[in-house]
């Protein structure tokens, strides 16, 4: 099955898409190489202009990501790496599947409400199209298989209702696009802000406390999770539960970290006498994860020509792909002339 995934090139990445994303792209890059099929992950410089941003730093964000996602372990021979604007194929399906979207869906989805809320300035008509581009960037590689975190559940489901609308008003008896499954992470698919554990950690929204980067070295995550909010019970008691978000997350980070069930560890730790011991195992793992990709990533990313070599091949391999498809889905659609 096809694997393809998005990542944004905005701000710095942090351990939620770490953990949510970025771990199971490499995952899937092994499993599609296996089977003998392609895996793409974009990096979507067209999503990142919805919001308020700086053009001259798009291209330098571009990099960063890249650079990130190869030394997190994707190997550009064996995945598809690109940037969305290099392949032009995105936005025209974006305006084709557009007639098969209906606004009133656009305007429910919880991403753009709470967006537009956040935006000070103008609430670009782009913020409320986001889905629909995200639609265009799976259906034209027809991928079955999308790596994301709980957070784009939603942009999922509705991808999945503009392919089945596009083959219902447009295929007849053929299914022209392929109808996704999301594949959300058992463990780590929230990873929530360390200060504020009842929001998900995020670029955007988050704090700057509460947020482990990448890129942060070992001292600043160990500062960081051992000043993460848990809570006041006396004694202190270690299990997961709705009512202990804190400890929850704490939970989960640790058992992603080191490849185990949420519920053993916390096991591993209900005789503890403090938080200190799980916020210290938890420092441990996490630095124990990122310190090999930010040692990685430093030499990539001091060399932008090797990146855009990268991209520039992605790019050419995604296009063949993508190409195919839009020719089938104009012809279908009776868009353009006849082939
Ligand atoms: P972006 O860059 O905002 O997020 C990239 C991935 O990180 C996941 N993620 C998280 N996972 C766990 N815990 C968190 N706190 C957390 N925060 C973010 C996201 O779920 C995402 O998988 N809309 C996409 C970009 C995109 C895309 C696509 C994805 C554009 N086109 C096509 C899949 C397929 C996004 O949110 O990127």
Redesign the pocket.
Known sequence: MRI?????PTGRKHL??Y???IRQYVEGQERSAASGHDSLYCI?DL?AITVAYEPTELRERTYDTLAILVAAGLDPQRSILFRQADVQEHAELCWLLSSVTALGELNRMHQFRDKSLAQRELVSAGLLFYPVL?AA??LAYRAGE?P?????RE?LELMRDIARRFNARFGGEREILVVPEHRIPAV????MDLQDPTR???TTGGSEEGTVYVLDDAKTIEKKVKRAVTDSEDPPVIRRGPDKQGVTNLVDILAACTGREPDAVAAEFAQARGYGDLKAAVAEAVIAELTPVRERYADLRSDERALEEILGAGAARAREIARATLAEVRAAMGVGPAA
């Open positions: 393809f995934s998005g990542i944004q939620g898409n953990i949510g994303a979507v999503h995200q960037d799976v999308v994301v975190g709980e957070d784009q942009h780590g698919a929230r990873i998900k950690m995020s």
